[in-house]
Nanobody, 123 residues
């Protein structure tokens, strides 16, 4: 059974930082793109950041560019999202996504999802 388990969410003041981690089990994602999506209350889930299978290429939602950094450890089957300079509008449930199709082509559809972790940024 494939599982993606997120950790690292929490409550932080605007301008602060959080580091989200996602550990995959049940299969290896070393040949697939992985990434992060988020869903704020009353809004649709949206793509935040993605990283290709090798880790050489990364993609970001425009509003997080320069503030968020995605990375992966293929040997450990993990993906991490470092979030700096957080803003109240970053408040959402963040989901780890595995085997993202169409990464970099504006498609960004994932086949596997974590259960989500809450990130709340207060001003």
């Amino acid at each position: 059974q494939v599982q993606l388990v997120e950790s690292g969410g929490g409550l932080v003041q605007a301008g602060g930082s959080l580091r989200l981690s996602c550990a995959a089990s049940g299969r290896t994602f070393s040949s697939y793109a992985m990434g992060w999506f988020r869903q704020a209350p009353g809004k649709e889930r949206e793509f935040v950041a993605g990283i290709n299978w090798s880790g050489a290429n990364t993609y970001y939602k425009d509003s997080v560019k320069g503030r968020f950094t995605i990375s992966r450890d293929k040997a450990k089957n993990t993906v991490t999202l470092q979030m700096n300079s957080l803003k109240p509008e970053d408040t959402a449930v963040y989901y780890c996504a595995g085997r993202i199709r169409g990464l970099g082509a504006g498609v960004n559809e994932a086949d596997y999802w974590g259960q989500g972790t809450q990130v709340t940024v207060f001003s």
